[in-house]
């Protein structure tokens, strides 16, 4: 009992604290102008009519291809740790049929939603990532159903390599050009597409087609190492 | 208040409701029932929201938000029955 | 208001009502079968008539939000029957008041061969 | 009825997944229809094999005919379902009668059996728990027959003369 009445206490304490500090903070202000300078000169300099996608992917490109190998450097370190000799998965119960079917048919659909969500990043939420991961369940649902399934190694991890690569070659093309890494040329150069339409923002769609790939294909090489890993621990 | 912004009030009121059973259990099927139709009212919610706020870019987060849902539940029902 | 906001309101209503009757049924009903029973089926209903009410509501979103709602169409199914069969496979057993159970038999002759 | 060839079922999932690509756009700019129809032709190159069976015979308009006569009737079916559920969860004795019963089923097909499993969770008290072979295991909320005969008459066959022509099971 006066352990809780002390925690509550506690909590009150530290919310004054917060409450206090962030009382000072002049909410609805400017604190950064590079913020707004995004904002103002978006539409003209990229092209895509969603700010955050022309951020992540056109002003800190290079942030953004960081990421993707944050990510490449996670899943080889989780083949590293895991890697055996070929293990077979360990499902012992297979999935009902109704569950077996209804991801059959499934299957086309969660990857057309996948494609279509890293295609639209410059116009709506989402983007590589989001599409990216949604492909990679489509993956995973496949593998929750069927309890005999592996994915083909010799087909994903070329198309990985390859996505990755591609990144790399549009950046050292913008640098040949314009004369920085991931310069966008299509767009203030060639000035191709309207801003609003698919065709438009640039090498925005190209390269969050390529993160969409890389991610989807890295997220479905952990899935299968991690779930075929399991039949060691349990003996 | 507009029969939207009611229905707004309502499904927060579902979401709640659910949630009790999420709390009481009393087994692990119990509760995942319950976070499986809390996503979704979550779904429906989102939906929604894509109207009362005139953003129907809003929609794309209920499309990949049903999916996630979807997969998540599958996986806990497989893990359940040894599956996975 | 006119007339197509008139109907997805309405539907819009109806189907958080059936969010609310979902959740009641979540609470009442004395055992996980029974829960899943009254849960799914009011809630995926109501998904229909809130996606299908927005859908009206807006026509811009109609054919989106029918793609949400036939795609929960599908999915609520199976993951109710998803989670059910491992509910039963995990050895929850049936409510006390249950009369008849030919799953176990089943079940047992699968065991058998 | 064997299968139909690899092109019609290729077709078949590329017309699929571009009807739903439409919906999903919402818009007919020549971009996105391009884009569209370029995603489509990928994904079912990557997935015709486990989509479908029977291929363009599905579209057959006596199949369209029956699914769009299907759609009242589940809908009907699903709206009845909801009211037995008020009734239930609202009625203050809680009147439920619960059990697992088992049906058999003419159906052959994956799909159909899917479909058929599906409306049957979404439909009056009954929610189906497992398929083996040709039978269906349903918890039924209000027991009316335990036997196999009976269940199967009062649960299973008012779809079943629908799916069995949708999902090529007519002969």
């Given at each position: 009992m006066v352990k809780r009445i002390l925690a509550i206490i506690f909590i009150l304490v530290i919310g004054f604290w917060i409450a206090n500090a962030l009382a000072k903070v002049p909410f609805g202000e400017d604190k950064m102008l590079v913020g707004k300078y995004y904002l103002e000169n978006v539409k003209e300099q990229t092209g895509a009519i969603n700010a955050v996608t022309a951020v992540v992917v056109n002003y800190r490109g290079f942030d953004t291809l960081g990421e993707v190998t944050v990510l490449f450097i996670a899943s080889t370190g989780v083949a590293a740790l895991l890697w055996r000799r070929r293990e077979e998965r360990s499902a012992e119960v297979d999935g009902s049929l109704i569950l077996k079917t209804g991801s059959r048919v499934l299957l086309p659909f969660i990857m057309l939603f996948g494609a279509y969500i890293f295609i639209h990043g410059h116009l709506t939420p989402g983007g590589g990532f989001p599409g990216g991961a949604t492909i990679a369940t489509a993956f995973l649902m496949i593998y929750l159903a069927y309890k005999e399934y592996e994915?083909?190694?010799?087909?994903?991890?070329?198309?990985?390599?390859?996505?990755?690569?591609?990144?790399?070659?549009?950046?050292?093309?913008?640098?040949?050009?314009?004369?920085?890494?991931?310069?966008?040329?299509?767009?203030?150069?060639?000035?191709?597409?309207?801003?609003?339409?698919?065709?438009?923002?640039?090498?925005?769609?190209?390269?969050?087609?390529?993160?969409?790939?890389?991610?989807?294909?890295?997220?479905?090489?952990?899935?299968?190492?991690?779930?075929?890993?399991?039949?060691e621990v349990e003996g | 208040m507009t029969i939207?912004?009611?229905?707004?009030?309502?499904?927060?009121?579902?979401?709640?409701?659910?949630?009790?059973?999420?709390?009481?259990?009393?087994?692990?099927?119990?509760?995942?029932?319950?976070?499986?139709?809390?996503?979704?009212?979550?779904?429906?919610?989102?939906?929604?929201?894509?109207?009362?706020?005139?953003?129907?870019?809003?929609?794309?987060?209920?499309?990949?938000?049903?999916?996630?849902?979807?997969?998540?539940?599958?996986?806990?029902?497989?893990?359940?029955?040894?599956?996975? | 208001m006119t007339i197509n906001e008139a109907i997805g309101a309405f539907l819009i209503f109806t189907g958080s009502l059936f969010y609310v009757l979902s959740s009641l049924g979540l609470i009442r009903m004395p055992d996980v079968y029974n829960r899943m029973q009254t849960a799914t089926k009011s809630a995926t209903l109501a998904s229909l008539g809130v996606m299908i009410g927005v859908g009206i509501y807006s026509p811009c979103c109609f054919p989106k939000a029918l793609v949400i709602a036939l795609f929960l169409l599908l999915t609520n199914p199976i993951s109710a029957h998803a989670l059910i069969r491992a509910a039963y496979r995990s050895g929850i057993p049936l409510w006390e008041g249950s009369i008849v159970d030919k799953y176990k038999e089943a079940l047992k002759e699968e065991g058998e061969q | 009825?064997?299968?139909?060839?690899?092109?019609?079922?290729?077709?078949?999932?590329?017309?699929?997944?571009?009807?739903?690509?439409?919906?999903?756009?919402?818009?007919?700019?020549?971009?996105?229809?391009?884009?569209?129809?370029?995603?489509?032709?990928?994904?079912?190159?990557?997935?015709?094999?486990?989509?479908?069976?029977?291929?363009?015979?599905?579209?057959?308009?006596?199949?369209?005919?029956?699914?769009?006569?299907y759609i009242p009737y589940f809908l009907w079916a699903m709206i009845m379902a909801n009211l037995d559920v008020a009734y239930r969860v609202l009625h203050p004795k809680r009147p439920i009668n619960p059990g697992i019963v088992e049906i058999k089923t003419n159906l052959t097909n994956d799909i159909a059996k899917l479909v058929l499993a599906n409306s049957i969770t979404l439909t009056p008290g009954t929610m189906s728990v497992d398929v083996k072979g040709d039978r269906l295991y349903i918890h039924w909320i209000d027991v009316k027959d335990p036997s196999l005969e009976g269940a199967s008459k009062h649960i299973g066959k008012p779809f079943e003369k629908f799916l069995r022509v949708i999902f090529h099971d007519d002969n």
């Open positions: 994915i083909d190694h010799n087909l994903f991890e070329p198309l990985e390599g390859l996505s990755g690569v591609s990144y790399v070659a549009v950046g050292l093309i913008g640098l040949a050009i314009g004369g920085y890494f991931l310069f966008d040329w299509i767009w203030q150069i060639w000035e191709v597409g309207d801003i609003g339409r698919l065709l438009s923002a640039g090498f925005i769609p190209i390269i969050y087609t390529i993160i969409g790939i890389k991610v989807g294909t890295e997220l479905t090489g952990i899935i299968d190492r991690m779930i075929k890993e399991s039949k | 939207i912004e009611v229905s707004l009030v309502l499904i927060a009121i579902a979401t709640v409701l659910s949630m009790y059973r999420v709390f009481r259990g009393p087994t692990t099927v119990d509760r995942i029932i319950a976070i499986d139709i809390m996503t979704t009212i979550t779904t429906g919610l989102m939906v929604l929201f894509a109207l009362y706020y005139k953003r129907a870019i809003f929609l794309d987060v209920a499309l990949v938000y049903a999916v996630l849902a979807f997969l998540g539940v599958i996986a806990f029902a497989r893990y359940l029955e040894g599956g996975l | - | 009825m064997g299968e139909a060839s690899k092109v019609s079922r290729y077709l078949y999932t590329v017309i699929i997944l571009f009807v739903i690509w439409l919906f999903l756009t919402n818009s007919l700019d020549p971009q996105e229809l391009t884009m569209g129809f370029v995603l489509s032709l990928i994904i079912a190159a990557l997935t015709y094999q486990v989509f479908t069976k029977y291929g363009l015979s599905n579209l057959h308009p006596k199949r369209i005919l029956y699914t769009v006569a």
